[in-house]
């Protein structure tokens, strides 16, 4: 089992908003800013970073819900600044308020729960031995 992580422990992820990052890479027809999934999966990563150093054996953490909303657009070239800040616990479950900034406003925010799961174990479930 992992040590447990403090309520407020936190993790910030920063990235540049390069072409493949924007809706444009999926379709020429829309327009080239920053996608959800994108936001989202720099929200999770900085999820991940803050619960790592708590991790024990081959325990990681794994994302379990998203409740995400994506408020303003931001282009190529703009840095985002995602947060997680760990907000509370529920039984197995870390729930993370996250937000997204660039340079201008706050672009994306809401909750993120992850739960630690032994490698070994999660790869057995899924049917995999990678």
């Not at 998203?66 to 947060?83: D, F, L, M, W, Y």
């Amino acid at each position: 089992m992992a040590k447990q992580p403090p309520i407020g422990v936190r993790a910030e992820v920063e990235k540049t908003v390069q072409f493949e990052n924007t809706l444009t890479h999926f379709m020429a027809s829309l327009p080239p800013v920053l996608t959800t999934p994108n936001m989202i999966g720099w929200m999770e990563f900085a999820c991940l970073k803050a619960l790592e150093p708590y991790c024990e054996g081959d325990e990681v953490t794994v994302g379990t819900a998203i409740h995400v909303s994506h408020r303003a657009p931001t282009g190529v070239g703009n840095k985002v600044r995602a947060e997680a800040v760990l907000e509370r616990v529920d039984g197995r479950f870390y729930i993370f308020r996250v937000t997204a900034h660039d340079e201008k406003q706050l672009i994306g925010d809401g909750l993120i729960h992850r739960a630690f799961v032994s490698v070994g174990r999660f790869m057995a479930k899924a049917g995999s031995k990678g």
